[in-house]
C-alpha cells in the first residue's frame, strides 16, 4: 500500500550573512530526512529545540522550499506541483500551529476565520459555508453562538480549537500539528488531545505530530523518530521506540523526561556527543524499528 | 526529614491590582513555610499566583499592583515592614530570585563575567582583585564547560541551558540561605531542564537551600519537591508532603491535574478537566474549582471553604473532607470582568 505521505531524502539549507566581509554560512536545518506515513497513522517528530521539526513540517507543505528530496503525497510529487496545483493540495494537508495566541488574526472574527479556507478555495454558498462553519465549531466543541467572536475572547484552550476548525474547515486527510498544546495550560492540554483523538476516529485523519513532551507523544503517537541536529537517528513503533531505545540521543531523552512519581528514582542518562558516529545510516534494529548506530 | 525552624513563614497573603472598579486580588490568603535544606514546590497552571506570591516575598510587586494583608517573616524579620534599605540588602544576597526567561534577568550589553562581578562587588563578597577568579569558580560551579573562556560571553553567545546556569551562578554569587526559582525550566528542553533541576539538587545539598520551587509540571514536583502546595485561581488548595500527595491526592483539582497527565494505556482518553481557569476578578463566589469540579455539591457554589487540616502538614480546601467555612478573611467581592 502507498503511503499517505513520503519524505525522502529532505534537505534544508539556511544561509546565513555574518556581515559584511565574512561569507555568509550555511545552516543545514533538516539534513537528508526520510519517513512515511500511513492513512490513519499518527506519526510523532520528537527533538531537542532547533533539531529541524518545524522545518520538515513546513517544507513538506512548502511554506517553504526545501532545498532539495522529495515529497509524495497520495503518491504524487509535491515539489513538482505547479503554485495552482499546489494551492490545491493544501486543501488535503493543513497546519496546526503551536501559539495559538499569534496564529489567529486578531482582527476577524472567529466565525470568519474558520470561513476563510472555504471562500479561498471557492466552496459552497455563502449559506452553506456559513452552516459549515457552525458544524465545524460543534465539531471541536466551540460554543456556535460565539461565532462572532474576536480571538482575544476567547481562552487559549479555544483559540487551538478555532485553529484545529479553520484546518479541518476543507476536510483534509493529513494534519500537520506543530506542537498543539504546549502553549497551553495541563488541564487544558488533555481537552485538546481528548479532542485531537477523537476527531482522528470520527474523520480518519493523519497525524504527523511534531512535539516536545515526550508522555504526550508515547500516549497518542503510532510511531516515532527521533531528530538530532537535523537528522532523524532512531525511528520505529512507539512502543518499541520507547521500550528498548537505540540510540544514545534517545537514551538520553528518554532518561530526561520527568516521573510524575516520587516514588521512582530518575536514573538520569547523559549524552556524551563522543560517544555515536553522527554520519552512520539507519539501520534495522528490530522489526520496522530503526536507528543510526 | 527533621522539620527545622522555617527560614520563611509567609502567612496570610493577599496580593492583588488595582483595576478600575476596585482590588482585585491574585493572590488569596496564602500561608506556607519553607526552611533550611527544605525544597516546597508551589505547583499550578498558568495565573494561579505563583509568580505573584514570588514577587509579594522579594517585595517587588509594582503597582498598581499591592501586597493587601499578611506577613512574610524570613530569618526572623517581617519583610514587610522592613525599610527599602534594608530589603535591597536582603535581596540577592539572601534571597535569590530565578526567572522563567534568564534572558530578560541578563544585561545584554555586559558579559556574563562582569555581571557576576558586579554582583559580587555591590554586595561586597568580593574585591576588584578577587572578582574575576570567584565568577569563574562560580561558572564552574554551575559546571559551564570552560568557564575561563565563558565568563567573556555576552548572554546571547550562550544557549538557553547555559544561560540558565549562568543566571544560577549569578543567583548564588553571595550564598543565599532561600532560592526562589520561578519557573526555571519551562522554556528548556527535557535533557536541559534535566540538568538544571539536577544542578539545584545538588547546590541545595551541598549549601543547605531552602528552595521556594515554583512549576506548573507535576513530574518536576515529583522529583524535587519534600513538600507541595497546590494553587488554584490564588489560593492553596491543598498542601502535602510530595508521597503523600501522590498516593493520595485529596482536592479534585489536584487529583484532575494529575488525570490531565498523559499515562495510561496508549490512545486512551486522558481524564480532562472540564472548562478553564477563571479569569483574575471574575472568580466564582464559592470554591472558585466548583464550575469545574465534577464532585461540586449543595455548599460549594456559596461561600469558600476553609482549610482541613489533617495533620503531618496535609491541608485541603474542599467540603468534601469538612464542613470548614472559609474563616475571618472573606476575599474583596469579586468585580465585573473588564
Ligand atoms: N528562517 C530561518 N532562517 C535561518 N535559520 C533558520 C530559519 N528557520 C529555522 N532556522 C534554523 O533551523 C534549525 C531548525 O529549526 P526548527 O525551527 O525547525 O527547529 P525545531 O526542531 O522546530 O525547534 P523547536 O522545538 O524549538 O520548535 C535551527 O537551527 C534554526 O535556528
Ligand atoms: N502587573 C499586573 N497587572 C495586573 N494583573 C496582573 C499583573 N501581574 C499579574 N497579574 C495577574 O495576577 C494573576 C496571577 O498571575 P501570576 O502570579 O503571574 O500567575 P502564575 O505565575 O501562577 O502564572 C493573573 O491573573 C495575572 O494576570
Ligand atoms: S469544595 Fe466542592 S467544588 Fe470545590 S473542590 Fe471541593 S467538592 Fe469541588
Ligand atoms: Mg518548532
Ligand atoms: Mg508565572
Same mark, same amino acid.
Given at each position: !500500500? ?83 496545483? !499546489? ?5 488535503? !494537508? ?58 482575544? &475572547? ?34 487544558? &492540554? ?104 | 526529614?527533621? %522539620? ?8 496570610? *497573603? ?25 525544597? *516546597? ?169 531552602? *528552595?521556594? *520551587? ?24 491543598? %498542601? ?8 493520595? +491526592?485529596?482536592? +479534585? ?40 469540579? +465534577? ?30 467555612? %472559609?474563616?475571618?478573611?472573606? +476575599?474583596?467581592?469579586?468585580? %465585573?470582568?473588564?
Amino acid at each position: !500500500m502507498t503511503p499517505l505521505l513520503e519524505v525522502r531524502n529532505l534537505v534544508k539549507e539556511f544561509t546565513r550573512s555574518q556581515g559584511l566581509f565574512s561569507a555568509p554560512s550555511v545552516v543545514r536545518a533538516v539534513d537528508v530526512v526520510s519517513f512515511s506515513i500511513a492513512e490513519g497513522e499518527t506519526f510523532g517528530l520528537v527533538g531537542e529545540s532547533g533539531s529541524g521539526k518545524t522545518t520538515t513540517g513546513r517544507c513538506i507543505l512548502r511554506l517553504i522550499e526545501p532545498t532539495a528530496g522529495e515529497v509524495r503525497f497520495k503518491g504524487e510529487d509535491v515539489l513538482a506541483f505547479s503554485r495552482a496545483r !499546489m494551492r490545491a493540495a493544501r486543501r488535503d !494537508m493543513q497546519i496546526v500551529f503551536q501559539d495559538p495566541y499569534s496564529s489567529l488574526n486578531p482582527r476577524m472574527r472567529a466565525g470568519d476565520i474558520v470561513e476563510e479556507p472555504l471562500i479561498i478555495h471557492r466552496t459552497g454558498r455563502k449559506v452553506e459555508r456559513r452552516a459549515r462553519v457552525a458544524e465545524l465549531f460543534e465539531l471541536v466543541g466551540l460554543d456556535p453562538t460565539q461565532l462572532a467572536r474576536y480571538p482575544h &475572547q476567547f481562552s487559549g484552550g479555544q483559540r487551538q480549537r478555532i485553529g484545529l476548525a479553520r484546518a479541518l474547515a476543507l476536510n483534509p486527510s493529513l494534519v500537520i500539528a506543530d506542537e498543539p498544546v504546549s502553549a497551553l495550560d495541563v488541564s487544558v &492540554q488533555a481537552q485538546v488531545i481528548n479532542l485531537l483523538m477523537d476527531l482522528q476516529e470520527r474523520l480518519k485523519l493523519t497525524y504527523l505530530f511534531i512535539a516536545h513532551d515526550l508522555r504526550l507523544v508515547r500516549h497518542i503517537c503510532d510511531r516515532v523518530a527521533v531528530m538530532y541536529l537535523g537528522k532523524i537517528v532512531e525511528t520505529g513503533p512507539t512502543e518499541s521506540l520507547f521500550a528498548a531505545p537505540a540510540h544514545p540521543y534517545t537514551r538520553a531523552l528518554l532518561s530526561a523526561i520527568p516521573i510524575p512519581d516520587p516514588a521512582v528514582p530518575r536514573q538520569r542518562i547523559v549524552l556524551d556527543p563522543a560517544s555515536f558516529d553522527r554520519t552512520a545510516p539507519l539501520r534495522e534494529v528490530s522489526s520496522g524499528h530503526h536507528a543510526a548506530v | 526529614m527533621p %522539620e527545622r525552624a522555617p527560614l520563611l513563614t509567609v502567612e496570610h *497573603l493577599t496580593t492583588g491590582f488595582q483595576v478600575r472598579d476596585g482590588f482585585v486580588p491574585a493572590v488569596i490568603d496564602v500561608s506556607f513555610h519553607v526552611s533550611a535544606g527544605d525544597t *516546597l514546590c508551589i505547583v499550578g497552571e498558568s495565573g494561579s499566583g505563583k509568580s505573584v506570591t514570588a514577587l509579594s516575598i522579594m517585595r517587588l510587586v509594582e503597582p498598581p499592583g499591592r501586597i493587601a494583608e499578611g506577613r512574610i517573616i524570613f530569618n526572623g524579620h517581617d519583610l514587610l515592614t522592613v525599610s527599602e534599605r534594608e530589603m535591597q540588602a536582603i535581596r540577592g544576597a539572601q534571597i535569590a530570585l530565578i526567572f522563567q526567561e534568564p534572558m530578560t534577568a541578563l544585561n545584554p550589553v555586559f558579559t556574563i563575567g562582569n555581571q557576576i562581578e558586579e554582583t559580587l562587588r555591590v554586595h561586597g563578597r568580593a574585591t576588584r582583585r578577587t572578582a574575576p577568579q570567584q565568577a569563574i569558580d562560580l561558572l564552574a560551579a554551575v559546571s559551564i564547560p570552560e568557564p575561563q573562556k565563558r565568563v567573556r560571553d555576552y548572554p546571547h553567545q550562550l544557549s538557553g541551558g547555559m544561560r540558565q546556569r549562568a543566571l544560577i551562578a549569578m543567583s548564588l554569587a553571595c550564598e543565599p540561605s532561600l532560592v526562589i526559582a520561578d519557573e526555571p525550566t519551562t522554556a528548556l528542553d527535557v535533557t536541559i531542564q534535566a540538568q538544571i533541576l539536577e544542578l539545584l539538587r545538588d547546590l541545595q545539598q551541598r549549601m543547605g537551600l531552602a *528552595l521556594l *520551587l515554583i512549576t506548573h509540571d507535576l513530574g518536576v514536583v515529583a522529583e524535587m519537591a519534600d513538600r507541595v502546595a497546590v494553587m488554584y485561581a490564588g489560593r492553596i488548595v491543598e %498542601e502535602a508532603p510530595v508521597r503523600a500527595l501522590f498516593d493520595d +491526592p485529596k482536592h +479534585p483539582y489536584t487529583r484532575g491535574l494529575m488525570g490531565s497527565i498523559p499515562g495510561g494505556a496508549p490512545g486512551t482518553r486522558l481524564r480532562a478537566i472540564q472548562g478553564t481557569v477563571p479569569p483574575l476578578g471574575a472568580l466564582p463566589p464559592g470554591c472558585a474549582f466548583a464550575p469545574r469540579c +465534577p464532585e461540586r455539591f449543595d455548599p460549594c457554589p456559596k461561600a469558600p471553604p476553609g482549610t482541613t487540616d489533617f495533620g503531618g502538614g496535609r491541608g485541603v480546601k474542599c467540603y468534601l473532607h469538612g464542613p470548614a467555612v %472559609e474563616p475571618q478573611v472573606a +476575599p474583596p467581592a469579586p468585580v %465585573e470582568r473588564v
